[in-house]
Structure formats: structure tokens, C-alpha cells
T-cell receptor
Framework: GDSVTQMEGPVTLSEEAFLTINCTYTATGYPSLFWYVQYPGEGLQLLLKATKADDKGSNKGFEATYRKETTSFHLEKGSVQVSDSAVYFCALINTGFQKLVFGTGTRLLVSP | DARVTQTPRHKVTEMGQEVTMRCQPILGHNTVFWYRQTMMQGLELLAYFRNRAPLDDSGMPKDRFSAEMPDATLATLKIQPSEPRDSAVYFC???????????FGAGSRLTVL
């Protein structure tokens, strides 16, 4: 079945450092790919998405590019802030809007 | 902003008691999902509905859990009887099939003693 694999956390960075969180997927067909973010005590919020190969999703300085050849959707940010500390989930939906499949989440901790 | 509303936000109960969690999806959304989040298992899909009909509830322990949508504005998740291992945060999310994006509620944190 469809699955998403994320790098283990926590990822610990200093403010203004460069961030990469790796995400790879296994799916039949042509899934849409997502990054969701969960701040402490809150639900998940959509951060960005990409619906086809080579699409780049971006929001709040975060970017991810849908790479079909490597089945990847890595999340990047050039300069992280303390307020970016959260858990980040990579996810996919396959065609027909069936269930949203999540990775295990990666906790990001940014120190001043 | 339109939002998914979940109640209660927090619930503490004793083992064996019935627990009902409620979700009001965003108006116009025709797909509703229930997820459970724990430290050990991460996010688990319990059930989901489209146009109020259950499409998949294979992630749900059938003997004690039940999920329903009595109308388009209300989804419920019931646990009877509850057990300590049910302690988790339960999230409801809604979406519309064409948009392919889910909006999550803030979650219901359940503690079963």
C-alpha cells in the first residue's frame, strides 16, 4: 500500500540555520504530496502542497519540490526561527481523494 | 476562517466509561476523517466518511469503537467501554474531494484512568 517515510527526529538547529527534513514516498499512480505542521497543543495545519511532478510548494519560507524520479518531497527552509519549532508531517493522498497517509513526523527544535 | 470544531477539548474518565467525541466539519466539506495520535503509534487513521457514508473504518477496534455521521454537520466517535490504552489525542479533519486538502480540528485529548 501507499506509505511515507520521514527522517527521524528530533532535528535540533540554531536560529538562522538551514533546514532540510527528508521525505520519501511509495505510491501507485500520481499522488498529491503535502507537508503539515503541528505546533504544541494544536491540530495539524497544512504548510504546503504539490499535486504533480516538478511542482514546488512554498509557504512561510518553506519549500518542497515533488520529485517523481526519486519519489521524494524534502522540506527546506533557508533560515529557521525559534517559532518554527514544531512537528512536521509529510503526507500523500492518492487519486480519488482516498485516505491521507502520514509519515511518522519529525520534531524540529530551534534554539536562539 | 472556516474551522473544524471538536468537543470536548479535554476529557478525563475512568476505565469502563463511555466516551463520545464530536466533530463539526466545515460547511460544504463532504469528507470527514478521524485520526488518533499517540507518542508510540503516531497518527493512525481510524475511519473516514464521504457524503456521510463510511468508506473505511478498518483502523478502528470494532468491538469498542464506533463512528457515525448522523447529519452533514456532525460526526461522532464513541468508545464503549473505554480502556487506558485509548488515552490519546483524537483529531477530526474535513475536506472536499475536489480540493484534496484536509483541515484539522484542534483535537480532543482523552485520558482514561
Amino acid at each position: 500500500g501507499d506509505s511515507v517515510t520521514q527522517m527521524e527526529g528530533p532535528v535540533t538547529l540554531s536560529e538562522e540555520a538551514f533546514l532540510t527534513i527528508n521525505c520519501t514516498y511509495t505510491a501507485t499512480g500520481y499522488p498529491s504530496l503535502f507537508w503539515y505542521v503541528q505546533y504544541p497543543g494544536e491540530g495539524l495545519q497544512l504548510l504546503l502542497k504539490a499535486t504533480k511532478a516538478d511542482d514546488k510548494g512554498s509557504n512561510k519560507g518553506f519549500e518542497a519540490t515533488y520529485r517523481k524520479e526519486t519519489t521524494s518531497f524534502h522540506l527546506e527552509k533557508g533560515s529557521v526561527q525559534v517559532s518554527d519549532s514544531a512537528v512536521y508531517f509529510c503526507a500523500l493522498i492518492n487519486t480519488g481523494f482516498q485516505k491521507l497517509v502520514f509519515g511518522t513526523g519529525t520534531r524540529l527544535l530551534v534554539s536562539p | 476562517d472556516a474551522r473544524v470544531t471538536q468537543t470536548p477539548r479535554h476529557k478525563v474518565t475512568e476505565m469502563g466509561q463511555e466516551v463520545t467525541m464530536r466533530c463539526q466539519p466545515i460547511l460544504g466539506h463532504n469528507t470527514v476523517f478521524w485520526y488518533r495520535q499517540t507518542m508510540m503509534q503516531g497518527l493512525e487513521l481510524l475511519a473516514y466518511f464521504r457524503n456521510r457514508a463510511p468508506l473505511d473504518d478498518s483502523g478502528m477496534p470494532k468491538d469498542r469503537f464506533s463512528a457515525e455521521m448522523p447529519d452533514a454537520t456532525l460526526a461522532t466517535l464513541k468508545i464503549q467501554p473505554s480502556e487506558p490504552r485509548d488515552s490519546a489525542v483524537y483529531f477530526c479533519a474535513s475536506g472536499s474531494a475536489g480540493a484534496n486538502v484536509l483541515t484539522f480540528g484542534a483535537g480532543s485529548r482523552l485520558t482514561v484512568l
